[in-house]
């Protein structure tokens, strides 16, 4: 099974027009540390949202790409929580396996 990271070595572009979420296709997938994340990406502002299983708050990352700004459950984000979103994105891209994901896409139109 590849992880998205592997997968994304082999494309020799990069889409900046990518509007879509990635996200687990079902419950029973997680990460290898039983999290969960789903990521939707949308003209530069990206929104992770990130469930840990340890804790029943799901946390919800803004991140806006062209003010290099990010929220997080609403409120501003520091150099901390700046951290942690990149820890989390990272780990996402590294082990999640792209037979157990699926992408959402808008309509077209």
């Known amino acids: 099974m590849t992880v998205i990271a592997k997968y994304l070595e ?3 572009f990069q889409d900046k027009q990518f ?3 990635l996200a687990f296709r079902s419950e029973e997938f997680a990460l290898p540390d039983g999290s969960k994340i789903a990521l939707g990406i949308d003209d530069g502002i990206w929104v992770l949202i990130h469930q840990s299983p340890s804790r029943p708050h799901i946390k919800v990352y803004k991140y806006d ?3 290099d700004r990010l929220i997080v459950d609403q409120k501003q984000g520091k150099e901390k929580e700046m951290d942690e979103f990149r820890r989390h994105l990272e780990y996402f891209l590294g082990h999640a396996k792209v037979d157990e ?3 959402l896409l808008p309509p077209k139109g």
Request: charged share 35%; aromatic share 0%; hydrophobic share 35%.
């Open 10 to 12: 082999r494309v020799k």
């Open 19 to 21: 509007v879509g979420t």
């Open 65 to 67: 790409r062209h003010e």
């Open 101 to 103: 994901l699926v992408t």
